[in-house]
C-alpha cells in the first residue's frame, strides 16, 4: 500500500492558501481518479484506490498543518505502510510560485509540517514534491503563508496542480528516480 499525503490547514478560511497547496493537490488527484476524501479516521479525512495493481490510501490531515506527523504515524501504523512508499505533498517558501521539486529525503526547511512528520517518522527519508510559493520577507512568514495567492500567482500554482495527477500516476508506475529526472527541470 502507498500513502499519498497532502499538507494544509483545516477551516474554510484556509482554502486557497499558499500554505494548503498540498491539500489542492490530493484534491486534483482524487478527482482526475473519480473519488473522494470523505472517511474520517485518525484524525484525518481519507479515501483508498485501487490503480496500477496499487492500492493507495489518499490522505488529508485534519489537524492544523503543524501536527500532521501525528496523523500521518497513526496510518501509517495502522495500515503497516513502508517509508519508501510515502508521499507528501505540501509548499515551499524557498522556491518560487510556478516551480516544484520532487525529493527522495531532505531536512524540513524550516516547514513546521514537515518537522512534525520527521518528529513523528523518526526519520527524512520519505518521498516528497515541494511546491514552490516564494517569500516575502516584508511580510510575517505565518502571515505570508496563510495569504492568498495574487491572480497571477494563482494560475501558476493551478498550472502546477494540474499536471499533480499525472505525477502520481508517474509515481505508481516509475522508479522514482525517473519520476524527479522527469519533472525536476532546471
Do not use: C
Not at 484556509?14 to 486534483?28: L, Q, S
Not at 498543518?65 to 504515524?73: A, D, M, R, T, W
Not at 523518526?122 to 517569500?135: A, C, L, P, T, V
Not at 501558476?156 to 508506475?173: A, C
Amino acid at each position: 500500500m502507498k500513502l499519498v499525503v497532502g499538507l494544509g490547514n483545516i477551516g474554510k478560511e484556509y482554502e486557497g492558501t499558499r500554505h494548503n497547496v498540498g491539500f489542492m493537490a490530493i484534491d486534483a488527484i482524487a478527482h482526475a481518479n473519480n473519488v473522494t476524501i470523505e472517511t474520517e479516521k485518525f484524525g484525518g479525512k481519507y479515501t483508498i484506490l485501487h490503480k496500477f495493481d496499487e492500492k493507495i490510501l489518499l490522505l488529508k490531515p485534519q489537524r492544523f498543518i503543524n501536527l500532521s506527523g501525528e496523523v500521518l504515524k497513526k496510518f501509517i501504523d495502522f495500515y503497516d505502510i513502508a517509508l519508501d512508499d510515502i508521499w507528501v505533498i505540501g509548499d515551499d517558501l524557498d522556491l518560487p510560485v510556478g516551480t516544484f521539486r520532487l525529493r527522495y529525503q531532505g531536512g524540513s526547511g524550516g516547514h513546521n509540517g514537515l518537522k512534525n512528520i520527521e518528529l513523528h517518522l523518526k526519520s527524512q527519508q520519505y518521498k516528497r514534491m515541494k511546491i514552490g510559493i516564494s517569500n516575502n520577507k516584508n511580510l510575517d512568514t505565518k502571515d505570508y503563508v496563510l495569504g492568498k495567492f495574487s491572480q497571477e500567482e494563482k494560475k501558476e500554482i493551478d498550472h502546477i496542480i494540474q499536471i499533480v495527477p499525472q505525477i502520481f500516476d508517474d509515481f505508481l508506475t516509475k522508479s522514482y528516480d525517473n519520476v524527479m529526472n522527469q519533472y525536476n527541470k532546471k
